[in-house]
């Protein structure tokens, strides 16, 4: 069982950066795949980010370019770095991890979810 607990949301104006962590618990995290995805009010939740366990990354056309997807196994930790944030970007983020090293770009290949944090971007 893996744990997952984010942090690091909040009120940015558009323009502006904001960084988010997502700490893991368990002794294998060099073996999950990591992934960010984001969910808006009245939407459902879309990828954002993901990361494999030998880190190799891949990202939503939306955000390439503007976000960072890292990870530091020795701390069981996985980030996400938002850079020129948008109003589109405000959602709830969620950290996810799959029990395998390969990464995926959809929400029920994963098998383990954080609680989200919200992220606003005002214009």
């Known amino acids: 069982q893996v744990q997952l607990v984010e942090s690091g949301g909040g009120l940015v104006q558009a323009g502006g950066s904001l960084g988010l962590s997502c700490a893991a618990s368990?002794?294998?995290?060099?073996?999950?795949?990591m992934g960010w995805f984001r969910q808006a009010p009245g939407k459902e939740r879309d990828f954002v980010a993901a990361?494999?366990?030998?880190?190799?990354?891949t990202y939503a056309d939306s955000v390439k370019g503007r976000f960072t997807i890292s990870r530091d196994n020795a701390k069981n930790t996985e980030y996400l770095q938002m850079n020129n944030l948008k109003p589109e970007d405000t959602a709830v983020y969620y950290c996810?991890?799959?029990?395998?090293?390969?990464?995926?770009?959809?929400?029920?290949?994963?098998?383990?979810w954080g609680q989200g944090t919200q992220v606003t971007v005002s214009s």
């Open positions: 368990g002794r294998t995290f060099s073996s999950y795949a």
């Open positions: 996810a991890a799959r029990d395998v090293s390969r990464y995926s770009t959809l929400p029920r290949d994963y098998d383990y």
């Open positions: 990361i494999s366990g030998l880190g190799w990354r």
